[in-house]
C-alpha cells in the first residue's frame, strides 16, 4: 500500500538529494572537489542558503542569478524534480521487499541519474560513478545473501557483459564507444549477471539505434557527431532491474513462442 506521508517524505528527501546529485553531475564531469560552497557558474558569486532551496529557489528567482541576473540552467530544477520522483518510485519498484535493499535501489537510481545528466551534458562518465555502481551492486548480492563464490561469479559475469563493449570499443577504436561505456558495461554484469545484463545491452542498443535514426531523419544532428551511448544504457539498467518482470514477458511473447 501506498502511504501519503512517507511519499511526501521521501520526495521531498529526494528534492534536497538532487540538489547534490547536480553538484556531483558537474564537479565530477570538470574534474573539481566536490566540498566548498555553491557558486554561481557567471559571476562566481558564493550563493546563500536562500539560493539554494531545491526548486523554490528557482522559480522565485525566475530562472535568474539574484546577483548577476544570467540565466540559470534549467537543469538544476529539472534533476531536483526528477530525483524527488525517482526517489519515490525507486523504493516502490524495487525488485526487494528488505528495506535496506530497497534504499541502495534508492542509491543505485541516484547514480544512474549522475551518469544520465553527465553524459548527456560533458559526454563523461564519471569514474567515482562508475566505482559506485559497482559498490551499491556488491552491496545488494551481499545482503540477498549471497557467499564469496557468488560475488566472485558476479565479478565474473560482469567481465562476460563488458566483453562485447570492449570489443566494439576497440574495433571503432573509441569512435562509436567511450572507454566510460566500456567500464559501464562491467557494473551491469556486476549488477544484473550476463543473462539480465545482456538484455540490458541488447535494450540499450536498439533504444539508441531508434533515437539515433530519429534524430538523423528530423537532421536534428548529422553522422559525424557522437550520440553519447551512456544514456541508452541506463535505460537498459532501470528496464531490467525495475521492470524485469515486464521485459520477461515480451521476451517471452518475442522468441519463446511455440
Ligand atoms: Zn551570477
Not at 544520465?116 to 551534458?121: H, S
Request: charged letters at 15%; a positive charge.
Amino acid at each position: 500500500m501506498i502511504d501519503s506521508p512517507f511519499v511526501f517524505i521521501l520526495f521531498v528527501y529526494g528534492l534536497a538529494f538532487g540538489s547534490f546529485l547536480n553538484v556531483l553531475a558537474d564537479r565530477l564531469s570538470m574534474e573539481q572537489t566536490i566540498g566548498g560552497r555553491s557558486h554561481c557558474d557567471y559571476c562566481k558569486k558564493t550563493l546563500r542558503w536562500n539560493d539554494l532551496i531545491p526548486v523554490i529557489s528557482y522559480v522565485l528567482l525566475k530562472g535568474k542569478c539574484r546577483y548577476c541576473h544570467k540565466k540559470l540552467s534549467v537543469q538544476y530544477p529539472l534533476v531536483e524534480l526528477v530525483t524527488g520522483v525517482v526517489f519515490v518510485l525507486s523504493w516502490y519498484y524495487s525488485p526487494f521487499t528488505l528495506p535496506i535493499l530497497r534504499i541502495f535501489s534508492i542509491a543505485l537510481s541516484s547514480v544512474l541519474l549522475v551518469i544520465l545528466v553527465a553524459d548527456l551534458r560533458y559526454q563523461i562518465i564519471p569514474d567515482e560513478m562508475q566505482v559506485a555502481l559497482v559498490g551499491i551492486a556488491m552491496l545488494m548480492i551481499l545482503f540477498s545473501g549471497a557467499t564469496l563464490t557468488g560475488i566472485l561469479l558476479r565479478l565474473g559475469e560482469g567481465i562476460l557483459v563488458m566483453l562485447p563493449i570492449l570489443i566494439l570499443f576497440l574495433l571503432t577504436r573509441g569512435r562509436g564507444m567511450g572507454f566510460g561505456d566500456v567500464k559501464l558495461a562491467f557494473g551491469i554484469g556486476v549488477l544484473l549477471g550476463v543473462y539480465r545484463g545482456g538484455l540490458a545491452l541488447y535494450i540499450a542498443f536498439l533504444t539508441g539505434a531508434i533515437v539515433g535514426v530519429g534524430l538523423l531523419a528530423s537532421r536534428r544532428t548529422k553522422m559525424k557527431n557522437k550520440i553519447a551511448f551512456g544514456p541508452f544504457l541506463v535505460v537498459g539498467i532501470v528496464c531490467l532491474f525495475y521492470f524485469q518482470k515486464q521485459v520477461f514477458f515480451v521476451v517471452d511473447k518475442l522468441f519463446l513462442t511455440r
